[in-house]
């Protein structure tokens, strides 16, 4: 029976903060392209104060601590990012009430409840070129692989690989929500930075696992 | 880069200082979260009219605080939206009890943090309303799109509703004028040059000493299309018609209704001969006041042609993009009601007269 532990989302937090901080050049680059330039600039502003805040909750429920990391971001990043991903981490705790670890039906329904929120808040929908292209594939490979009676790590690893694909497939796509919906055509050939971040946020899961 | 400033991190924050020290009769400014707000708030009896965006457009927003015009504002960081807890504590230390209204331009980043704002006040027995400012019609069509950013429109909203709030307007009826006035409202941007915000250091994007960006925002994003420069006069007269000739636009947008966010269809009718207009010629930042006048001789002449009549203006930098070189036409049809409040006395850094 494989869990993620507290202390695996709190070192999943801290590897997300240093991850984002070294792409923030990246990530603030593909926003130049089709954005305002400030994607990358605003997630490590965010996470560098979910770091500062981190210590004081560590000790908490799961579900605390996203909630925590939610609000944080909310009050921080600013942008159409801070809201969406506040919600993320906010909804995804929730969905992790009183939890000290988090089997792979909870890490679903957290993902599942992190995905709901930003839809809800974004009203984006599949094809729209935002982070929920990266965001949705990924949760149903992680509900497909645990179906498939799959471990944690191999879960978490299809969830990453899909929503690698489904970052990758964004750059074709004409973006329909957020700034870079204003470019129209000229969308096409980009790849979308919240999908990227999406990605990245991800896959700093897996490599704690 | 070159710019006049210290260090990247104190941008924003050095530049709330330098208008606290310089207007203290009209302002004052809270910091962490940032806002600034009116000396002399709460007003009694007086609904509180807030906005708020990214800093890098001043004087919007916060030269837009003072007696009949804005109550509070809230900077974010260079380009980027203001958070949601900026908004509900100005929200909280300007609301006297007649309620608040958050004038959003639509930008996704502000309209999501305006929500979760609303939200917080509604839940803090705040009365509370959002009305989006959308009025770019560089952006033609609301479906595949975020629909029309606000854009030159701001401006005049934030001094016509913020004069109606002074008069004893209350929530709805300041509401329903901020939506007609927004609905009266089409804007067309333009830029010669890019510019750079401090924390990326270099130009949003490059662009041929021979070229333009036609239909921009107002945050350095590329716009409708690239163009080889035109002469001012054939430029003008391109924007101007754009605009006039802009046809009803209909969108979805969400309000907050008994804490529920709804969703209302709204239409904007095209302009028709005969139309009585407030016609502001605006600077992205770089481009001087100077050319600005010759953009509009053209402007009037257009309008003259076509039947419009300019019965007020406005011509300077008052909603920027940094440095950016450019200029944006914002054309808002007049109605009697419309015309007293933009009339009435405003006392703010940016904008004031009849005081």
């Known amino acids: 029976m494989s869990t993620v532990t507290k202390e695996q989302v709190v070192r999943w937090l801290e590897a997300t903060a240093a991850v984002l901080a070294a792409n923030k050049g990246y990530l603030t680059d593909l926003d130049s392209a089709i954005g305002d330039a400030d994607h990358g600039t605003n997630m490590d502003r965010g996470f560098k104060k979910v770091m500062e805040k981190l210590p004081t909750v560590a000790d908490k429920d799961i579900g605390n601590i996203l909630k925590t990391v939610g609000m944080t971001l909310i009050s921080s990043v600013g942008g159409a990012s801070g809201p969406l991903y506040g919600t993320f981490y906010m909804r995804g705790g929730m969905a992790a009430d009183a939890k000290e670890e988090l089997d792979a039906g909870d890490l679903i329904n957290v993902l599942q409840g992190a995905v709901d929120g930003i839809i809800q808040r974004g009203r984006a929908q599949p094809g729209d070129k935002t982070m929920v292209d990266a965001l949705l594939p990924a949760l149903a490979a992680l509900k497909q692989a645990v179906a498939d009676g799959q471990e944690l790590p191999a879960a978490v690893a299809a969830a990453v690989a899909a929503a690698e694909q489904g970052m990758k497939d964004t750059i074709p796509l004409q973006a329909r929500k957020g700034r870079a919906s204003y470019l129209g055509e000229r969308s096409i050939g980009h790849q979308d930075p919240g999908a990227t971040s999406s990605h990245l946020i991800l896959n700093a899961l897996l490599g704690v696992l | ?355």
């Open chain 2, 1 to 355: 880069m070159k710019k006049l400033i210290n260090a990247v991190p104190d941008v924003v924050k050095e530049q709330l200082e330098g208008m606290a020290a310089a207007h203290p009769d009209l302002i004052k400014v809270h910091y962490e979260p940032d806002y600034v707000y009116r000396a002399d708030a709460p007003v009694a009896g007086k609904v509180a009219i807030i906005s708020g965006g990214g800093s890098g457009h001043e004087p919007m927003h916060g030269g837009f605080v003072g007696m009949g015009m804005l109550d509070a504002a809230c900077p974010g960081a260079v380009f980027t939206s203001p958070t949601p807890d900026q908004m509900y504590e100005a929200a909280q230390a300007v609301n006297s009890g007649a309620g608040v209204l958050f004038l959003v331009k639509n930008y996704t980043g502000d309209v999501l943090n305006f929500e979760m704002a609303a939200d917080m006040a509604y839940a803090e027995g705040i009365p509370v309303q959002n009305i989006l400012i959308d009025d770019d019609v560089a952006v033609k069509d609301s479906l595949y799109t975020a629909g029309r950013r606000g854009v030159g429109t701001t401006v005049l909203v934030e001094k016509i509703v913020g004069a109606a709030a002074e008069a004893g307007y209350n929530l709805e009826q300041c509401a329903d004028l901020a939506r007609k006035a927004n609905s009266y409202g089409r804007s067309m941007g333009m830029a010669l040059t890019s510019c750079t915000v401090p924390a990326a250091g270099k130009p949003i994007f490059e662009m041929g000493d021979d070229e333009m960006e036609f239909g921009i925002g107002i945050h350095g994003e590329p716009g409708q299309k690239r163009m080889k420069l035109i002469p001012a006069d054939e430029l003008t007269d391109m924007m101007a018609k754009e605009i006039i000739h802009d046809k009803a636009y209909s969108r979805t947008v969400r309000e907050l209704v008994d804490g529920q966010w709804v969703d209302k269809e709204l239409v904007d009718e095209p302009f028709k001969r005969g139309d009585k207009v407030i016609a502001f010629v605006n600077s992205m930042g770089g481009t001087p006041v100077s050319e600005l006048y010759a953009v509009y001789r053209k402007l009037a002449e257009v309008c003259a042609a076509e039947g419009i009549e300019i019965v007020r203006n406005l011509i300077g930098p008052y909603i920027t993009s940094l440095e950016m070189a450019g200029m944006s036409i914002t054309l808002l049809k007049a109605d009697d009601e419309i015309l007293k409040f933009w009339d009435a006395p405003v006392k703010t850094p940016g904008l004031r007269w009849g005081v």
